[in-house]
């Protein structure tokens, strides 16, 4: 695998605009495309916004740590945080009809199994960490 970068970041709203940076010049020091570009910054935003909302709800924000390493055959991204633990196991399609009603949830978690390839978690007592894989295909970035 290829290059490795990483930020930690408090886990804060304001905070959010900073990793989509990061994430941003990431993809764009790969060389990827826009789309997949885009497919990996949407996928870590709703991740990142989930830790925000719901990861330390009841406590003090913690930390946002994303680790992003590439190379010609894929992307991994590692965030990582320390707040209450939740595995995102995949969804069924949203009711777009419930978000015209008021009910805009759930459409996160789908959006995150949508623009990557592969979507893992892991909780221990040294944090709750969300991998998630893009598939770049053989030999391109």
Known sequence: MGDRLQIALPAETESLLTIRHFVEDACSGAGLDDRTSYDIKLAVDEACMNIVEHGYAGMDPGSILVSL??????LVVHITDFGHPFEPSEPLDPDPEAALAGDAGGFGIYFIYRSVD?????????????????DLGSGEK
């Open 69 to 74: 390493q590439y190379g010609a055959q894929k």
């Open 118 to 134: 592969s979507v893992s978690y892991e909780a221990t007592e040294s944090g709750n960490t969300l991998t998630l894989v893009k």
